[in-house]
């Protein structure tokens, strides 16, 4: 007969742990950075996303998990993200690039497709995009090295213009595409002011030139199927002062620190790091 085990009476029951939450520096409660503005200072992402980051539970100081991103940090400290460790604040840079059809603009691709990231040249420091452009849309597309940056430049509030070389199957007339001056609402997704050009009818595709202030995800595509246009070529030839121009496919080239003061302004430009 096999001898019965009795628990131990020394062994304690099982407690669960309660978070814990990081000591608050003095020097960081005067003068630090929220750790959502410090990720985005350092290229991490933009603040909207650090802050799904932290709820996450992503983000560690000092080994422990934050729960808040009112937290706040110097840079002394042993910062993380995934396990990670996330460096000072790079300098505040950004590239104008010539994104080819074909690629996607994300870090990690779920289905493992190409990505604008996986061809930049070897040596660039970690970037985020401002904005994005879908899989087959070419043209024009930011990169920076500072996620506070893009997403100021991404909001309408700033009032920036995107625009577009359009083609599309189908006919149409500049009447009809004056209708929308005034916005349209397409699947129950309201879009702002829409100027739309028509270049030229060749054939059953029309070429137009578009300008956009929100870029709502598929924007054109959706406000020119209202239209019962199919879009099949779309080429983002402008982001508020930055132009694609003769920037070759895959082509890259960084906005000299002067020019980028200046296009941004005052406003913009504060709290940069250049």
Same mark, same amino acid.
């Given at each position: 007969?096999?001898?019965?085990?009795?628990?131990?009476?020394?062994?304690?029951?099982?407690?669960? /742990?309660?978070?814990?939450?990081?000591?608050?520096?003095?020097?960081?409660?005067?003068?630090?950075?929220?750790?959502?503005?410090?990720?985005?200072?350092? #290229?991490?992402?933009?603040?909207?996303?650090?802050?799904?980051?932290?709820?996450?539970?992503?983000?560690?100081?000092? #080994?422990?998990?934050?729960?808040?991103?009112? %937290?706040?940090?110097?840079?002394?400290?042993?910062?993380?993200?995934?396990?990670?460790?996330?460096?000072?604040?790079?300098?505040?840079?950004?590239?104008?690039?010539?994104?080819?059809? #074909?690629?996607?603009?994300?870090?990690?691709?779920?289905?493992?497709?190409?990505?604008? %990231?996986?061809?930049?040249?070897?040596?660039?420091?970690?970037?985020?995009?401002?904005?994005?452009?879908?899989?087959?849309?070419?043209?024009?597309?930011?990169?920076?090295?500072?996620?506070?940056?893009?997403?100021?430049?991404?909001?309408?509030?700033?009032?920036?213009? /995107?625009?577009?070389?359009?083609?599309?199957?189908?006919?149409?007339?500049?009447?009809?595409?004056?209708?929308?001056?005034?916005?349209?609402?397409?699947? #129950?997704?309201?879009?702002?002011?829409?100027?739309?050009?028509?270049?030229?009818?060749?054939?059953?595709?029309?070429?137009?030139?578009?300008?956009? /202030?929100?870029?709502?995800?598929?924007?054109?595509?959706?406000?020119?199927?209202?239209?019962?246009?199919?879009?099949?070529?779309?080429?983002?030839?402008?982001?508020?002062? %930055?132009?694609?121009?003769?920037?070759?496919?895959?082509? =890259?080239?960084?906005?000299?620190?002067?020019? =980028?003061?200046?296009?941004?302004?005052?406003?913009?430009?504060?709290?940069?790091? %250049?």
């Amino acid at each position: 007969m096999s001898e019965k085990k009795t628990p131990s009476r020394d062994r304690k029951p099982a407690q669960t /742990r309660k978070p814990q939450k990081p000591p608050q520096s003095p020097d960081a409660e005067a003068s630090g950075d929220r750790i959502a503005k410090y990720l985005a200072h350092a #290229g991490v992402c933009s603040r909207r996303d650090a802050e799904t980051l932290i709820a996450e539970g992503r983000v560690s100081v000092n #080994g422990v998990v934050l729960e808040t991103p009112a %937290f706040k940090v110097t840079g002394e400290e042993d910062i993380r993200v995934d396990e990670a460790r996330v460096g000072a604040p790079q300098k505040t840079q950004l590239w104008r690039y010539h994104k080819p059809d #074909g690629l996607v603009t994300t870090h990690k691709d779920p289905q493992g497709r190409t990505t604008v %990231f996986d061809t930049l040249p070897a040596g660039m420091p970690r970037v985020i995009s401002v904005g994005r452009l879908d899989l087959t849309t070419e043209g024009l597309l930011l990169l920076t090295t500072d996620g506070a940056l893009a997403r100021a430049l991404e909001l309408p509030s700033t009032g920036w213009i /995107r625009r577009y070389r359009v083609r599309a199957w189908g006919k149409i007339s500049q009447k009809q595409l004056d209708t929308l001056a005034d916005g349209v609402t397409v699947d #129950g997704v309201e879009y702002g002011p829409v100027k739309a050009t028509l270049d030229q009818q060749q054939g059953d595709n029309a070429w137009m030139t578009v300008a956009i /202030r929100e870029g709502k995800n598929r924007e054109i595509r959706n406000v020119m199927r209202h239209m019962n246009l199919q879009v099949n070529r779309l080429i983002r030839t402008a982001y508020g002062p %930055f132009q694609l121009g003769k920037l070759p496919v895959g082509g =890259l080239e960084e906005v000299k620190a002067k020019m =980028l003061k200046e296009q941004l302004g005052a406003k913009l430009s504060e709290g940069l790091n %250049f």
